[in-house]
């Protein structure tokens, strides 16, 4: 069995993430995965678990984020 990183259950349905750079991590549910590796928005915290919106070098959850923190002309949808 293998024990979540975040948080410390060991469990024999464990998963190995291996992100980007080569950093591998052990989690017990995507719950846990998320909590660790997910960025979040930066207006709102919430964690960005789909597409999100980038701009100007910043991570929101929504275009709705985006503009309530000053970033002009994003949509959610085209």
Do not use: L, W
Not at 39 to 63: D, K, L, T, Y
Request: proline fraction near 1%.
């Amino acid at each position: 069995m293998a024990t979540c990183d975040v948080c410390g259950n060991d469990y024999d349905k464990a998963f190995q993430v291996v992100s980007s750079d080569g950093t591998t991590r052990t989690f017990d549910s995507f719950e846990c995965a998320i909590h660790a590796v997910a960025p979040s928005c930066n207006h709102c915290g919430c964690r960005v678990v789909g597409h999100g919106v980038e701009a100007s070098g910043q991570i929101f959850c929504c275009a709705h984020c985006a503009g309530m923190a000053g970033v002009e002309g994003v949509k959610d949808r085209a």
